[in-house]
């Protein structure tokens, strides 16, 4: 409530302003927003009004949070920061630099900012125009696990899942190798029964649909499964060992609450275009076959740690 509140004061003070008061900002996300960007802009201007007009666009992009700059007939500048993972403090941090672009920042700004990182340039230089062509963002490894509920053909099951990703390994587009231990399950197959493992291995490509605190993935890639099957119950009881391989398809929805720590939840689905069965060879009569699940969703939680 507070802060919807300061949020809205601050646009009706800048709405208030002289047109040429200070610049429109823009932002491509919601973290930072647009509006408490421009509120924080108006708690920090000093009692003299900024005499340049133009537009201040915020861009997120990979760990860095880019403030583009383009005041009436001057050049464009672009001034890079890290993406803090608080919005909060990426809204004060923009803010920062567009009041010393306007050279009107208060006389004693470290009062009313959490972090100085926008300071640590002499305000002049943000007149300074540089290049827009921004380096690219550098990959990020981390490591997560996670616990999953699943549902196929044959009932529920649990799955346990570790995973190594990277991101922006490709530009935007990033990759994940995952392992998944799910619980052994039973099927019944002519008189005795079979225990079947599916331990699965997954590589995927992995594209940020939206980013922030809070962000959305979208990930696909192939699957490789190494089933494992014991019969009980019969006159002879055997084992076999098989692979096969399918596909994975997914949405990730995390949250950061720390620059080094994500929480999220996922949802995917599997598919195994080979039918697979259990068989049960029975003499004099025909084999008795239980077909194994080719479609399964899992809906989990999990955590990752690293350079997020």
């Given at each position: 409530?507070?802060?919807?509140?300061?949020?809205?004061?601050?646009?009706?003070?800048?709405?208030?302003?002289?047109?040429?008061?200070?610049?429109?900002?823009?932002?491509?996300?919601?973290?930072?927003?647009?509006?408490?960007t421009?509120?924080?802009?108006?708690?920090?201007?000093?009692?003299?009004?900024?005499?340049?007009?133009?537009?201040a666009?915020?861009?997120?992009?990979?760990g860095?949070?880019?403030?583009?700059?383009?005041?009436e007939?001057?050049?464009?500048?672009?001034?890079?920061?890290?993406?803090?993972?608080?919005?909060?403090?990426?809204?004060?941090?923009?803010?920062?630099?567009?009041?010393?672009?306007?050279d009107?920042?208060?006389?004693?700004?470290?009062?009313?900012?959490?972090?100085?990182?926008?300071?640590?340039?002499?305000?002049?230089?943000?007149?300074?125009?540089?290049?827009a062509?921004?380096?690219?963002?550098?990959?990020?490894?981390?490591?997560?696990?996670?616990?999953?509920?699943?549902?196929?053909?044959?009932?529920p099951g649990?799955?346990?899942?570790?995973?190594?990703?990277?991101?922006?390994l490709?530009?935007?587009f990033?990759?994940?190798?995952?392992?998944?231990?799910?619980l052994?399950?039973?099927?019944?197959?002519?008189?005795?029964?079979?225990?079947?493992?599916?331990?699965?291995?997954?590589?995927?490509?992995?594209?940020?649909?939206?980013?922030?605190?809070?962000?959305?993935?979208?990930?696909?890639?192939?699957?490789?499964?190494?089933?494992?099957?014991?019969?009980?119950?019969?006159?002879?009881?055997?084992?076999?060992?098989?692979?096969?391989?399918?596909a994975?398809?997914?949405?990730?929805?995390?949250?950061?609450?720390?620059?080094?720590?994500?929480?999220?939840?996922?949802?995917?689905?599997?598919?195994?275009?080979?039918?697979?069965?259990?068989r049960?060879?029975?003499?004099g009569?025909?084999?008795?076959?239980?077909?194994?699940?080719?479609?399964?969703?899992?809906?989990?939680?999990?955590?990752?740690?690293?350079?997020?």
């Amino acid at each position: 409530m507070k802060r919807a509140c300061a949020v809205g004061l601050g646009a009706l003070w800048m709405a208030a302003m002289p047109a040429w008061a200070a610049p429109v900002i823009t932002s491509d996300s919601d973290c930072p927003a647009a509006s408490e960007t421009a509120a924080r802009l108006a708690g920090l201007l000093s009692g003299n009004n900024p005499v340049v007009s133009g537009v201040a666009h915020i861009r997120v992009q990979g760990g860095q949070m880019l403030v583009e700059l383009a005041g009436e007939g001057e050049p464009a500048a672009i001034r890079i920061l890290p993406a803090d993972a608080d919005c909060h403090v990426r809204a004060q941090n923009a803010a920062l630099v567009i009041a010393a672009w306007l050279d009107n920042l208060p006389a004693d700004p470290l009062v009313q900012a959490d972090s100085v990182a926008a300071l640590a340039m002499e305000p002049n230089s943000l007149r300074t125009p540089v290049s827009a062509n921004t380096s690219p963002a550098q990959p990020r490894f981390s490591l997560g696990a996670a616990a999953f509920a699943s549902i196929d053909a044959q009932g529920p099951g649990a799955v346990l899942s570790a995973e190594a990703a990277w991101r922006n390994l490709a530009g935007r587009f990033g990759l994940a190798t995952a392992l998944s231990l799910p619980l052994p399950r039973e099927t019944s197959v002519g008189l005795g029964r079979a225990r079947w493992w599916r331990p699965v291995l997954a590589l995927a490509l992995r594209a940020p649909l939206t980013q922030g605190t809070w962000s959305l993935d979208a990930s696909v890639g192939p699957i490789f499964g190494l089933l494992a099957v014991a019969g009980s119950g019969f006159d002879q009881n055997r084992t076999d060992l098989t692979v096969s391989w399918g596909a994975t398809a997914g949405f990730r929805l995390a949250r950061r609450s720390s620059s080094k720590w994500a929480y999220w939840a996922e949802l995917r689905t599997m598919l195994w275009p080979a039918a697979q069965h259990i068989r049960n060879e029975v003499l004099g009569a025909d084999p008795k076959l239980a077909a194994l699940p080719r479609i399964e969703a899992q809906l989990g939680l999990g955590c990752s740690f690293g350079s997020l």
